[in-house]
């Protein structure tokens, strides 16, 4: 393909979404919702071809997959997202100079955006739905794992776009070609940011290629940390839900952390576990602790590996300290800065906790599973953001923007 021609269109039709009021976009966003249900069958259709390709033990499986109830919660948050004020053309700042002349600093779209990603089809609508409302063109390049069931979602997003008469070429999906991925993060003229959704491999090669500025959206190494304080009810089941719910996503836990004088209350906090078959690799303490207690099929001695590792799957690591101080250490080892959380009832140690580290989002006494755009009420997200500028955690409407200075005067001279 003349990849420089397609992007050339992607970006002169970035300027037409200038000229789209809000009351368009909610109403094809809103079309789109019931396009998606109306085609549920072929969705699913084409989701089975990709699914065919992955054995269903493989964490990726329940990525790709597509169900109706997965369907019907993807066309409801495209319900949600038109809802929401347009974050375009917001005055952030105004203020009037001595000289005179009136400043106001005002919301603007990037412009495109590429996302590089890997299996979630999810993401298609996810990102186009964001992208479209806070008026930015987008350019995906998804895996091969979801090729069917992307191709088959960007052609519903066309058809709806055709029918508002909105020009299609706001939404790209590239071709499933390896190759072009490595110039696509060169054409710096044509795409005004880049944005990865995938395994730690794919952001660092997105980093390392791209001549376009880049908003990692990390993997996540997740921790848990059982303060010795921590009421035993609420670690387990803390723990049961951001291990077991959604294995395979980048909030759900790597590592519990424990308290050394919680070890005796260690059995208990992990029975619940065992109804989903989650293996642990425990330390030498917390091993001496389970052994016995915990399925001998499902626990394991922990080796170097097993701590900095995301899992993405019923797998995670046991870790035992001293003290708060000690587990404050370890996550700042092994983080990704995505989601961290200590389960305590000591107000001072969770100051503390909130205070020394460093992520994304901190929780205290909560699952990190609710690290989400949705469950944080910004609509749909784009990517988790791990790093330090522009945005950082969930990315919603919002964070898709940039601001320009606008600068009336009645004929100053400098």
Known sequence: ?????????????????????????????????????????????????????????????????????????????????????????????????????????????????????????????????????????????????????????????????????????????????????????????????????????????????SRIPVIETGAGVVHTYI??????????????????????????LDTMIINKKQLKNLPKICKKLTKKDVVIYADAESYKELDGEYPKNLLFKAKSEHFGMEFLSLKMSIKTVNNLQEAIDFITKYSSMHSEAIVTENKKNAETFLNKIDAAAVYVNASTRYTDGGVFELGAEIGISTQKLHARGPMGIKELTSYKWEVIGNGQTR
Do not use: H, W
């Not at 010795?228 to 759900?252: G, H, L, Q, W, Y």
């Open 227 to 252: 303060d010795e304080s921590a009421k035993i009810d609420m670690s387990a089941n803390i723990i049961f839900n951001a291990k077991t719910t959604r294995p395979s996503v980048c909030n759900s």
């Open 1 to 209: 393909m003349d990849l420089e021609k397609v992007l050339s269109k992607s970006k002169n039709s970035s300027r037409t979404l200038l000229d789209l009021n809000d009351d368009r976009i909610n109403k094809a966003l809103n079309k789109l919702a019931v396009a998606l249900k109306k085609n549920s069958s072929k969705i699913l259709e084409e989701n089975k071809k990709d699914l065919a390709k992955i054995s269903n033990n493989d964490p990726i499986y329940d990525r790709i997959l597509l169900n109706p109830s997965r369907i019907i919660e993807i066309s409801d948050s495209l319900k949600t997202i038109a809802k929401y004020d347009s974050p375009i053309g917001l005055t952030l700042e105004q203020r009037t100079l001595k000289n005179g002349l009136n400043l106001k600093k005002v919301s603007v779209p990037f412009g495109v955006i590429g996302i590089v990603f890997e299996a979630r089809p999810n993401v298609v609508i996810d990102v186009f739905a964001i992208c479209f409302k806070s008026k930015n063109a987008c350019v995906l390049k998804g895996g091969s794992q979801s090729e069917f069931s992307n191709k088959v979602l960007v052609k519903i997003i066309k058809e709806v776009l055709k029918t508002e008469k909105i020009d299609e070429n706001i939404l790209t999906l590239l071709p499933n070609d390896r190759a072009l991925v490595a110039k696509f993060l060169k054409m710096d003229k044509y795409i005004d940011v880049i944005i990865p959704r995938g395994s730690k491999g794919l952001i660092d090669f997105v980093r390392d290629n």
